[in-house]
């Protein structure tokens, strides 16, 4: 069964250091999100992005925060410079399509536990 | 603002005791209502997704049911390995697709 692919499963990182997560989305979606989970919160939209541009964006994606679709099969989330309070776990999602009345499902990854030291 | 609500936080049951979880919506315009299982440390798994009022959908032991105002995910003679948080997220019309969630609810199920 296609699956979405996140990797590294667990990352650690020094403050003020970049981090790329990486994500490999099912093969034939079309739009692709990150969102992230704070330990015992609410899981938070980040970002959408569609035909190689960002669609939507919450208030979390500020200036620190990238996304990529470098090569048509990985989409890379990045983080410039980290704080303590990106720790969380990121996932990666990916959706086949959107129609005019209907939507399909959101496949999620098994998502990185980013720490921040 | 939209906003999506579960409760019980948590619920505690006995093998075989069937019940309900909650999941109360305010949106500006309901595009779909979706529920995923959530096991620990991993990613929302989906189970179901809802689009318009009196809408149900069953899996296995799971059934699922929306009116305007909130879904109901129906567990029906639950076994240890329902146990897991039970996330519910909306996608508002004009959204490109994200999700809003709620907290979820943490199911355990006793033998």
């Known amino acids: 069964e296609p699956e979405v692919t996140q990797t590294p499963s667990h990352q650690v990182t020094q403050m003020g250091q970049e981090v790329i997560l990486r994500c490999v989305p099912i093969?034939?979606?079309?739009?692709f999100y990150w969102y992230r989970q704070i330990l015992g919160q609410k899981v938070e939209f980040l970002v959408s992005f569609y035909n190689n541009e960002i669609s939507e964006k919450s208030e979390i994606f500020d200036d620190q925060f990238s996304v990529e679709r470098p090569d048509g099969s990985n989409f890379t989330l990045k983080i410039r410079s980290t704080k303590l309070e990106d720790s969380a776990m990121y996932f990666c999602?990916?959706?086949?399509?959107?129609?005019?009345?209907?939507?399909?499902?959101?496949?999620f990854g098994q998502g990185t536990r980013l720490t921040v030291v | 603002e939209d906003q999506v609500t579960q409760s019980p936080e948590a619920l505690r049951l006995q093998e075989g005791e069937s019940s309900s979880l909650n999941c109360s919506y305010t949106?500006?315009?309901?595009?779909?209502l979706f529920w995923y299982r959530q096991d620990p440390g991993k990613g929302p798994e989906f189970l179901f997704t809802l689009y318009s009022a009196g809408e149900e959908k069953e899996k296995e032991r799971l059934k699922a049911t929306l009116t305007k105002k909130e879904s109901f995910l129906h567990i029906t003679a639950p076994k240890p390995e329902d146990s897991a948080t039970y996330l519910c997220?909306?996608?508002?019309?004009?959204?490109?697709?994200?999700?809003?969630f709620g907290k979820g609810t943490k199911l355990s199920v006793k033998p």
């Open positions: 949106v500006s315009g309901l595009r779909g």
């Open positions: 093969s034939n979606h079309l739009y």
């Open positions: 999602a990916s959706r086949a399509r959107q129609g005019a009345f209907m939507n399909t499902e959101a496949f």
């Open positions: 997220a909306v996608q508002v019309r004009g959204s490109q697709g994200n999700l809003i």
